[in-house]
């Protein structure tokens, strides 16, 4: 008689925990549920406030007919077996405030984040949204100690979308054939490559005046601090959460996309031990692999002043923390 195999099917979601419930935290919480993409701790160290965005966001789950389970928790011990940490916690800017402005608070709580989410997910992957970006993503990855693949930044998608809506509004034209690409740091010294920015395939150099290309991209570069300046109590969210849900979708599903983000760089463009924005491919294990575009001089110079000034601050932030 022929034996009878059984095949076991794992039954475990994938989990995704987020440290901070503000509107980045919170709104990226509704996108990764309402997606079906994992199950999503919400973490905040404000009692009551995590726990009432869960609730509220399962009780539309009759609405929205996902099936993610959202928890909402003051306790590390409740993000246990995570297969992403998500760092948004920090102090947000507020009007005339610079990125930079937040390093010395912000690296304190991003870092104790960290080692804490670890304890509890030791072999999940982590990606960083607290500014100053480039900086914040270097200290996790040498708080948890695990490889560089898997700890990344989130700039480089927002930074790109924003450029990318910006030429739509500009040309009135669907943003469905704009493409963009903005590679180095997630401040005022970011780098957008302009032939690498196109609609329907063709450069925007080719069909925009360079004054015109010029103000959009110092409008890129100001993007963040411009709706800071509107909203006048906090800074952006939705874009920031749907550029990081974007991420999460790719590791989670291992669609092996390539994304701009802060990914760690080992000799790429001439730089060695940093993040900073570069195009990369983002799968299951992470960052797979960091791509190299060819950079005119007067790029690659640019690139390196964006990487200087990262690099200041990780030296600022070290001697501030004592690491």
């Known amino acids: 008689m022929k034996a009878i195999t059984t095949t076991t099917i794992s039954c ?151 450029l990318q809506a910006f030429i739509a509004m500009e040309l009135g034209v669907s943003i469905a054939n704009v493409n963009a690409l903005v590679l180095g740091g997630h401040g005022d010294l970011m780098l957008p490559l302009l032939r690498y920015c196109t609609v329907s395939g063709v450069p925007i150099t080719e069909i925009m005046s360079k004054s015109d290309i010029d103000r959009l991209v110092e409008r890129t570069r100001h993007g963040g601090a411009e709706i800071v300046k509107l909203l006048k109590t906090g800074g952006a969210f939705y874009a920031p959460a749907s550029s990081a849900c974007v991420m999460i979708e790719s590791m989670i599903r291992n669609q092996s996309r390539i994304l701009p983000a802060a990914a760690y760089l080992k000799g790429e463009y001439g730089l060695h031990d940093i993040f900073i924005g570069v195009p990369c491919r983002l799968g299951c294990h992470g960052v797979e692999k960091v791509l190299e575009v060819d950079l005119t001089e007067e790029e690659t110079e640019s690139l390196h002043a964006s990487a200087a000034s990262v690099r200041q601050n990780i030296d600022l932030a070290f001697a501030h923390l004592k690491m």
């Open 12 to 162: 475990k979601s994938p989990r995704v925990t987020i440290i901070g419930a503000g509107k980045v935290g919170s709104t990226l919480t509704q996108r990764i549920a309402e997606k079906d993409l994992a199950d999503v701790v919400l973490l905040d160290l404000v009692e009551g406030l995590p726990q009432g965005i869960a609730l509220d966001l399962s009780e539309a789950q009759g609405v929205e007919l996902h099936s993610s389970k959202i928890i909402g928790t003051n306790d590390y011990a409740d993000t246990v077996g995570s297969d992403i940490v998500v760092i948004t916690a920090g102090l947000a800017r507020k009007p005339g405030m610079s990125r930079d402005d937040l390093l010395y608070i912000n690296a304190k709580i991003v870092v104790e984040a960290a080692q804490k989410a670890l304890t509890y997910s030791p072999n999940a992957m982590f990606i960083v949204i607290t500014n100053p970006l480039d900086v914040m993503t270097y200290l996790v990855w040498k708080a948890v100690g695990l490889p560089h693949t898997q700890v990344v930044g989130m700039a480089g998608v927002l930074d790109s979308s924003r």
